[in-house]
């Protein structure tokens, strides 16, 4: 096969398809279209992962103690140490939820505990929800009078929405793609991934059906950015990065004994108090959500799931849970 052809077997493949269109195009989605409704439900669940960002936020990339000019609010009483504890990885989380609301599970970076770079938080929840899918008693969150969960909920991912704070990378996409997932909302935008997600939705998409009935379908996780959501912390974080980014390269930071800290690395913006500020008033808005309401508590995407009210409280039930009995990413005791 010569190189200017794609490694298809039928010219109706899409890749086959795209293979002549522009790069821009191909990594390109349009706006996610979702009512007012659906949007809510998708906040609820945004505002929870960012409340257990809060709830687990550490910054000492580079151990407790020395000068993080970009992090003097989170120094102890005594100015001598950085709040927080061992750093075990970046501040990256992932929350999946099933077809009918509820939570799955959530996970978190863990590259520096397990020395690796290849322990990314949304890696790490797939495999941590098939490792689930046979159980059936939802974590230990579950209301006494709840039904039973449907076994197409829990164990056909296609069904499963991942919300992630930061834009997921190949691994993610690739792995997230292999366990069919449906949709990913992310949170933040991530330059080094070079749009991956949205390259793998346009070369795996394909319309099923015609007419009125016809839908897009595809193996890749459909990615859907904060800003499509109504989620306003998004363009908020991308705007930060972009100007701590600038200050990093302008002037480098001193990290103790002199140490010039020269990243501009999006992990170590996500250390710093600006990032943290934006969990906290997320978290705030969240635990203000919960006290306040749904706006449309009586809404379903269709008969089986729970309205956002029921999911507004499940989504509560689970950061209780997380937030008082959980550990770093693994709040499950088993």
Same mark, same amino acid.
């Given at each position: 096969m010569?190189?200017?052809? /794609? ?10 398809k %795209?293979?002549?269109? /522009?790069?821009?195009?191909v990594?390109t989605?349009?706006?996610?279209e ?5 949007k809510?439900r998708h ?8 409340a ?11 151990g ?12 102890d ?7 927080g504890g061992?750093?075990?990885?970046h ?14 599970d ?11 770079? +290849? ?6 929840l ?17 209301? /006494?009078d709840?039904p039973?969960?449907a ?30 997932v ?12 070079y749009?991956i ?16 009935? +016809?839908q897009?379908? +595809? ?20 705007? %930060?990065?972009?100007?701590?980014f600038k200050?990093?390269k ?11 800290d ?18 906290s ?18 809404y379903? /995407?269709? %008969? ?10 499940? +989504? ?5 849970y ?13």
């Amino acid at each position: 096969m010569s190189d200017d052809k /794609p490694y298809v077997l039928t010219p109706n493949a899409p890749i086959a398809k %795209k293979w002549e269109r /522009p790069l821009k195009e191909v990594a390109t989605l349009p706006p996610y279209e979702a009512s007012a409704e659906e949007k809510e439900r998708h906040r609820i669940y945004s505002l929870m992962l960012f409340a257990l960002m809060k709830r687990f936020f550490n910054g000492n990339k580079n151990g407790g103690r020395g000068q993080y000019p970009w992090r003097e609010g989170q120094l102890d009483d005594d100015k001598a140490r950085y709040r927080g504890g061992d750093y075990l990885g970046h501040n990256i989380g992932a929350l999946a939820v099933d077809g009918r609301g509820e939570v799955i599970d959530f996970d978190f970076n863990h590259n520096q505990l397990f020395s690796s770079s +290849a322990e990314h938080a949304e890696a790490r929840l797939i495999r941590r929800v098939f490792s689930l899918t046979q159980i059936y008693d939802s974590w230990q969150t579950r209301g /006494p009078d709840d039904p039973p969960r449907a076994f197409g909920y829990s164990t056909v991912l296609s069904n499963v929405t991942v919300y992630t704070s930061l834009e997921s990378c190949a691994q993610c996409s690739g792995i997230m793609a292999l366990g069919q997932v449906g949709k990913v909302v992310y949170l933040q935008r991530d330059p080094g991934t070079y749009h991956i997600g949205n390259i793998m939705w346009n070369l795996t998409a394909r319309e099923v059906g015609g007419g009125e009935a +016809a839908q897009i379908k +595809a193996t890749a996780p459909r990615p859907i950015p904060g800003s499509d959501i109504g989620f306003d912390y998004f363009d908020e974080l991308n705007e %930060k990065y972009a100007a701590y980014f600038k200050a990093v390269k302008k002037k480098p930071f001193h990290i103790g004994d002199k140490r010039k800290d020269l990243s501009s690395a999006l992990t170590s913006f996500l250390c710093c108090d600006d990032t943290l500020d934006i969990y906290s008033r997320a978290q705030a808005e969240f635990f203000k959500l919960v006290k306040k309401g749904a706006k449309f508590p009586k809404y379903r /995407p269709d %008969k089986r799931a729970l309205t956002n009210a029921d999911a507004l409280a499940s +989504a509560q039930r689970f950061f209780d849970y997380a937030a008082d009995v959980g550990r770093r990413g693994t709040p499950h005791n088993m």
